[in-house]
């Protein structure tokens, strides 16, 4: 589908970001009839989206301590599924108490999943070891909910197929060097292009900042300060498919407390700690360690898996450095948007951040109707119900 | 598909131009096969056999002319034997023999995991023919040789 | 890099001791290609870079990136061999850069972009080519044959997985044939089809037979199987394009009054 003709010329907004959400928001306002141009310095999805574990998220992680995103995570679970259809690995998944201490979770687990309208199916352990053999035979109970596994790379790239169709410009390899500012209104970016080595201004009505734990340095860009924490996190993944179902530990969020499933390999996750510089990750050796440790008392075969990879991923949290959070467990995992001229007086231009790979589309939605509502735009979010392109359409001329 | 983009975009047209190709490969391409560089046996083999190939289609253009010195009668073709009986013509008889016992070895070895029959099996094939024809090179060699 | 473990602590005699020459950070030479449009022809930078044992290619390359020069141009997404994206020659063998020790290519690396598909900028190609090669329509996902005594819950069929390919076009790169037929659909196409007929998933598979029965496509292979041996996935394109083959053959063998199936 092509953008539609109008007479006047439609607002161009320019997205900085090529992660799940910069593809979700360029396809959002594309359906809504905007001009979007969107720019990543890498390849696609080569931030912290392409680098997660790949859980479709039920929020039954959140249910107990975070409702919020627990209940942004089982909306956009279900409609990912529709507009996503041959794209996940839906095999529900298991929370499963391994220890006596996982059982004193177990109650306001079920109550958290409940009021966060979850749906949960309490299994014995000879039910679940049915389901999955390769469980920690000790277990003392399971909880199925709709988890499921997503391909952290190709799932966003069909948002950005069908941006692209539908009209939107993206342009990886280009880096944003600086934005555009004069008398506190943003009105472009300057960019440099990796692919001529040229160097260039573009300008629009306005720009997104969309590059997740990225956000302060582009932010400051522009004179303003987005309460941004870069929390890594290492994941280890294992030769084999240990698991069918994604396998959580029934506790309190720790580390090395999931095991998912994706193609032929087995992903466990994941640690948590704070940095500066998203670009400076470092993978300690005693994190991997502690994957294999946590991650076989869930699967005691874990530990004896053929080492595939360890790496670390960047979850943007926000949350002022200032706060005290050390880890990072204790920030929030929902999104925002800000609108810098409310928050900073800064015209023209827009923040969205935080999040999780699953929730892409619902951060989009929010911020598009912030963008929509500043730039005087009446067009009603259509991502709910458009079933999106295969990725391989992106490549397509 | 994209409309014409807002001005900004520092040199799109080279941008979206198709860039060039690599190619692996001795020479300029199409050279692409002729590089067992780095590759291993199925290449190895797959490469020999075009070689051979080729050798061999010369070989049987070679030996026709040499047939038809027949026609010269026989003072031309003793003046021939007492050329093919030289220790250098033996030694290329012997590489001749390579030749045909490789391209006959390896075709079966095509012609049973080309058509779906073995594929799994390709290299235990290519060592199979590997020994067979060096035994029969070998026994082949000291026949031709062992006349020199 | 991965690290030593951030609590070490110990004295300089015991690191002494129990430092090995493999532990300690050494150096390696990287050539790299480098490529900008406008250029009269590519070049390669070259660069010294401090490696642990489990440095990766890709940890080493971002580091030239990061510290020696920001417009080194470089593709990755997953960083451990599921995406597909992060696919050179190094030192002239295909390989993923997430998953490849530096340890393991000796002293002197050169990293070039895959063969057989345009260069799109440094060691970075352009995968429209790529992907223009495959039938038109190719599912992802297949049954799951892992832990083959589960059960799946009630409400799920089966389990599903991902297929193996990762579409990182190693095998594409690889293949002889394709550094010489620009019209050769080349193994990642080809096994993928073949994937359809073993696990049809709705797709018609008359309709991918006759995409593949074609001087182009299942044909055109040499056999040289250097796209099973490039690929990081088990995919083994080589032996799927041959039982592709088998499966035509056996097709028109059929002889009209025999039974279905027999040959």
Not at chain 2, 3 to 15: D, T
Request: aromatic content about 6%; overall charge negative; hydrophobic content about 40%.
């Amino acid at each position: 589908m092509s953008a539609p003709a109008s007479r006047t010329p439609a607002a161009h907004v320019l997205i900085v970001g090529g992660g799940g959400t910069g593809g979700a928001l360029a396809h959002d306002l594309t359906l809504r009839g905007l001009k979007v141009t969107l720019v990543e310095r890498g390849e696609l999805t080569s931030g912290t989206t392409g680098r997660h574990h790949g859980l479709l998220h039920s929020g039954a992680r959140y249910a107990v301590n975070d409702q919020e995103s627990a209940l942004e995570c089982i909306e956009e679970n279900m409609i990912l599924r529709r507009i996503c259809p041959g794209s996940f690995e839906e095999n529900d998944g298991l929370f499963v108490a391994v220890e006596d201490d996982d059982m004193e979770y177990f109650q306001p687990f079920i109550e958290g999943c409940a009021a966060c309208a979850i749906p949960t199916q309490v299994l014995q352990p000879d039910e679940a070891l049915r389901l999955e053999p390769n469980l920690n035979p000790d277990l003392k109970v399971a909880v199925r909910i709709p988890d499921g596994t997503m391909d952290a790379m190709r799932m966003p790239l069909r948002f950005f197929a069908t941006a692209k169709h539908g009209g939107a410009d993206i342009h990886p390899y280009m880096e944003v060097t600086g934005l555009l500012v004069h008398d506190r209104v943003v009105s472009g970016v300057a960019v440099h292009d990796h692919v001529t080595g040229a160097d260039g201004e573009i300008r629009a009505d306005l720009v997104v900042n969309a590059t997740g734990p990225w956000s302060e340095q582009i932010a400051e860009m522009a004179g303003v300060d987005v309460p941004i924490q870069p929390s890594p996190g290492v994941l280890l993944a294992l030769r084999g498919r240990l698991c069918n179902m994604v396998v959580n530990r029934l506790h309190k969020s720790g580390d090395g407390d999931i095991v998912v499933p994706q193609r032929g390999l087995s992903v466990v996750g994941t640690s948590s700690w704070t940095v500066e510089d998203p670009d400076d990750l470092d993978v300690p050796e005693d994190h991997v360690e502690r994957m294999y440790v946590e991650g076989s008392k869930l699967i005691p075969a874990v530990r004896r898996a053929e080492f595939r990879a360890a790496w670390s991923a960047a979850r943007p949290l926000i949350g002022s450095r200032e706060g005290g959070a050390s880890s990072g467990r204790e920030l929030s995992r929902t999104f925002k948007t800000y609108d810098h001229k409310e928050t900073d007086a800064v015209e023209g231009f827009v923040t969205i951040t935080g999040g999780k790979g699953t929730t892409l589309r619902g951060m989009a939605e929010l911020c598009a109707n912030v963008i929509c509502g500043k730039l005087g735009v009446e067009a009603e979010c259509r991502t709910r119900e458009t079933v999106l392109l295969p990725h391989t359409a992106y490549y397509a001329a | 598909m994209s409309s014409s983009p807002p001005s900004g975009v520092p040199r799109l047209e080279e941008r979206k131009a198709r860039g060039p190709v690599r190619r692996k490969g001795i020479g300029p391409a199409p050279s692409g096969w002729l590089d067992p560089r780095g590759r291993a046996i199925g290449s190895w083999a797959f490469a020999v056999n075009r070689v051979t190939g080729l050798g061999l289609v010369f070989y049987l253009y070679l030996h026709l002319a040499v047939l038809s010195l027949l026609l010269g009668g026989e003072s031309s073709w003793n003046d021939f034997l007492e050329l093919a009986t030289t220790t250098v013509f033996l030694l290329l008889d012997v590489l001749l023999l390579f030749g045909i016992l490789f391209h006959a070895l390896n075709g079966v070895r095509v012609a049973l995991v080309g058509s779906g029959i073995v594929p799994h099996r390709q290299k235990a094939l290519f060592w199979a023919g590997t020994v067979i024809g060096t035994i029969a090179l070998v026994y082949g060699a000291i026949h031709i040789l062992g006349d020199a | 890099m991965v690290t030593a473990s951030t609590s070490a602590t110990g004295t300089a005699e015991e690191t002494e001791a129990a430092g090995t020459e493999a532990e300690a950070t050494q150096t390696r030479r990287f050539r790299v290609f480098r490529f900008k449009r406008g250029d009269r022809a590519p070049h390669f930078d070259t660069f010294d870079v401090p490696v642990e044992p489990r440095t990766t290619l890709l940890e080493a390359l971002r580091w030239i990136q990061l510290r020696r020069d920001r417009t080194f141009a470089m593709r990755h997404s997953c960083l451990h061999a599921s995406c597909g994206t992060c696919g050179v020659q190094a030192n002239g063998r295909e390989v993923l850069l997430c998953v490849t020790l530096v340890r393991d290519l000796g002293h002197e690396i050169t990293v070039e972009p895959l063969a057989n598909i345009p260069v799109l900028t440094d060691i970075v190609v352009d995968m429209e080519e790529y992907y223009a090669r495959f039938p038109e329509v190719h599912p992802v996902l297949r049954e799951s044959e892992a832990i083959p005594q589960a059960v799946a819950p009630d409400s799920i069929d089966r389990y599903v997985r991902y297929e193996d390919c990762i579409e990182c076009g190693l095998c594409v790169s690889a293949c002889p044939i394709v550094a010489t037929s620009e019209r050769y659909v080349g193994p990642a196409a080809l096994a993928a089809a073949q994937r359809m007929l073993e696990e049809p998933r709705g797709v018609d598979a008359d309709g991918v037979l006759d995409w593949a029965d074609h001087e182009d496509g299942v044909w055109r292979c040499h056999a040289a199987f250097e796209c099973t041996e490039a690929c990081p996935s088990n995919v083994n394109p080589a032996a799927r394009i041959m039982a592709l083959r088998g499966v035509i053959v056996a097709g028109r063998l059929r002889v009209p009054g025999r039974r279905e199936g027999s040959l």
